[in-house]
């Protein structure tokens, strides 16, 4: 059974209240950064795993997406991502990311954020991913940072006085699941290098077009200074892949 901390009524009130949940995409630090590495959306077929509140989805759809699905595992985010897309031709699936059904050559872009470290065989969706992907697709997609990841306390070591000293890191070659406290206790995601995201992503198949660790704009920091110390240390990893073109076939016909 697949963790699923989003449908119990004090986690889900709680992250509704966080800034990302409230100001959709602008409110997420990481946006611009990942909006530059998603392709031309005009006549696509898009899928969004874990989905959420659907903002990723609405973008898409707003961009001339032909097809949109979203996916995720809690009832309570799809059905807040419903009442935001009325007006929208979205396809939203409650399912687990592992266990939905991932068609063969079905989809030009595959978005994900903030949802694969919850996933345990990272290498096996990656296989999924490859598969569902039309050839010349793209795959984008955040998750936490292994330095971020690294440690299931997740937060900074503080002087007496409650200054930000540094972002520890441990047990980073250790990978597996981390009970985290991120809006309740006992939070599982799991941490693996970076070396095991693009290596897993390039054992299935994929090419890796761009990898970034986005920090926190001048601007955002001077909107709000406790930005800055989002800068010590990334929070974030950003990856853009692609399924190759399927090589065409030339045939030399030869001559009498």
């Known amino acids: ?65 032909a097809e949109v699905t979203g996916v995720d595992i809690s009832r309570n985010m799809l059905e807040k991502a419903r009442e935001k897309s009325p007006d929208k031709e979205i396809t939203f699936v409650r399912r687990p990311l592992e266990d939905f059904e991932y068609e063969s050559d079905t989809y030009d872009v595959i978005i994900s954020s903030l949802a694969f470290h919850y996933v345990r065989d990272f290498r096996q969706l990656c296989h999924s991913l490859y598969k569902a992907l039309k050839p010349g697709g793209t795959l984008v997609f955040s998750v936490e940072h292994p330095i971020f990841t690294s440690r299931a306390e997740q937060d900074w070591f503080y002087s007496e006085d409650g200054r930000r000293l540094h972002w520890p890191v441990d047990r980073y070659q250790e990978e597996g699941e981390r009970r985290t406290n991120f809006l309740a206790e006992d939070v599982v995601k799991y941490h693996r290098t970076v070396s095991t995201y693009i290596e897993s992503l390039l054992q299935a198949g994929f090419l890796i077009r761009s990898v970034k660790e986005p920090a926190p704009s001048q601007e955002r920091i001077l909107e709000n200074s406790e930005w800055q110390d989002e800068a010590r240390r990334p929070m974030f990893l950003i990856v853009s892949a692609a399924k190759e073109q399927q090589a065409g076939i030339t045939v030399i016909q030869a001559h009498a």
């Open 1 to 65: 059974m697949k963790q699923n901390k989003y449908d119990e009524a004090a986690f889900f009130n709680t992250y509704s209240r966080m800034n990302r949940s409230v100001k959709g995409l602008e409110g997420a630090g990481e946006w611009p950064v990942f909006r530059e590495l998603i392709p031309h959306l005009q006549g696509k077929n898009v899928l969004d795993l874990g989905c959420g509140f659907g903002w990723h989805c609405r973008y898409a759809a707003d961009q001339g997406a």
